[in-house]
T-cell receptor
Framework: DTGVSQNPRHKITKRGQNVTFRCDPI?????LYWYRQTLGQGPEFLTY????????KSRLLSDRFSAERPKGSFSTLEIQRTEQGDSAMYLC???????????FGQGTRLTVV | GQQVMQIPQYQHVQEGEDFTTYCNSS?????IQWYKQRPGGHPVFLIQ?????EVKKQKRLTFQFGEAKKNSSLHITATQTTDVGTYFC??????????????FGKGTLLTVNP
């Protein structure tokens, strides 16, 4: 296992288009997180999965955002009707236990033009 | 809500000089984690501190957790160019079963002049 994998690494899209990102966590990790990071800021929590259950969704996520983890393995994050303010780095992380070391993927950098 | 603040925001040093970044939380933390993010990279876990007053060392890096578990510091002795990056502290938000969300500080960007 080579760690947390995210695809694509970069995505440029026109405003109003839909985009979907994928995250493959470390295989034995049942906890998966999505964070968003903008320039000069630390990562901000977006949502959390324990196995296939989405247990929390941040108020930062509007109704245009949806995340799934259908079989408790990989996860997808979809943004509908993208806006310029959605431009950011979207980071996925996973860990084994609550409060333990989080392993981050390399992120997907989204640019909305 | 819980806030985690870091100072300084930027630090530029000459290679060989020491560096310290400070982290303060508005609430008591059950633990604090430190991450390093290289330019263009992703956050990489460095260490977790759990106990009040805890001090941990990793080679040239020394981490401290305050007695009140509301502040922490990272000190690097004799910086090297490989230390360049942004150092983040992060504390879990919530307690018990909701102790999974990390609140990150804005980070301290360290640059090292060779």
């Amino acid at each position: 296992d080579t760690g947390v994998s995210q695809n694509p690494r970069h995505k440029i899209t026109k405003r109003g288009q839909n985009v979907t990102f994928r995250c493959d966590p470390i295989s034995e990790h049942n906890r998966l997180y999505w964070y968003r990071q903008t320039l000069g800021q630390g990562p901000e929590f977006l949502t959390y999965f324990q196995n296939e259950a989405q247990l929390e969704k941040s108020r930062l996520l509007s109704d245009r955002f949806s995340a799934e983890r259908p079989k408790g393995s990989f996860s997808t994050l979809e943004i509908q009707r993208t806006e310029q303010g959605d431009s950011a780095m979207y980071l996925c992380a996973s860990n084994l236990f609550i409060g333990s070391e989080a392993f981050f993927g390399q992120g997907t950098r989204l640019t909305v033009v | 809500g819980q806030q985690v603040m870091q100072i300084p925001q930027y630090q530029h040093v000459q290679e060989g000089e020491d560096f310290t970044t400070y982290c303060n939380s508005s609430t008591t933390l059950s633990n604090i984690q430190w991450y390093k993010q290289r330019p263009g990279g992703h956050p990489v876990f460095l260490i977790q501190l759990v106990k009040s007053g805890e001090v941990k060392k990793q080679k040239r890096l020394t981490f401290q957790f305050g007695e009140a578990k509301k502040n922490s510091s990272l000190h690097i002795t004799a910086t090297q160019t490989t230390d360049v990056g942004t150092y983040f502290c992060a504390g879990p938000r919530g307690s018990g079963g909701s102790n999974y969300k990390l609140t990150f500080g804005k980070g301290t960007l360290l640059t090292v002049n060779p």
